[in-house]
């Protein structure tokens, strides 16, 4: 079975940064599409940011673009979320996902799930 584990996660500041690792593993990593979702207290899971299988095409959720940058390395079967100019909006467990599909992917409909990290911006 396939597993992703997301790691980076913590508490910061208003304006501050976190880097958001998705390391792969039992994964055909290159095979698939990956993307950031995160879920807030009382909220849905919403998209964040995907990436193609080989990192040409990138997609942001409108409020993370500019501010967030997603990335991935296949000869090291990890992917990364690169958070900057953090806001306590932004305050939400972050998970990692693959999908063979990328438009499906960025709609949610995933093939496998990370089991998320926190992230916590105070204001």
């Known amino acids: 079975q396939a597993q992703l584990i997301e790691s980076g996660g913590g508490l910061v500041q208003a304006g501050g940064s976190l880097r958001l690792s998705c390391a792969a593993s039992?994964?055909?990593?290159?095979?698939?599409?990956m993307g950031w979702f995160r879920q807030a207290p009382g909220k849905e899971r919403e998209f964040v940011a995907s990436?193609?299988?080989?990192?040409?095409?990138?997609y942001y959720a409108d409020s993370v673009k500019g501010r967030f940058a997603i990335s991935r390395d296949n000869a090291k079967n990890t992917m990364w979320l690169q958070m900057n100019s953090l806001k306590p909006e932004d305050t939400a467990v972050y998970y990692c996902?693959?999908?063979?599909?990328?438009?499906?992917?960025?709609?949610?409909?995933?093939?496998?799930w990370g089991q998320g990290t926190q992230v916590t911006v105070s204001s």
């Open positions: 996902a693959a999908g063979s599909t990328l438009g499906r992917l960025t709609n949610g409909n995933t093939d496998y």
């Open positions: 039992r994964l055909a990593f290159s095979g698939y599409n």
């Open positions: 990436v193609s299988s080989f990192g040409g095409m990138t």
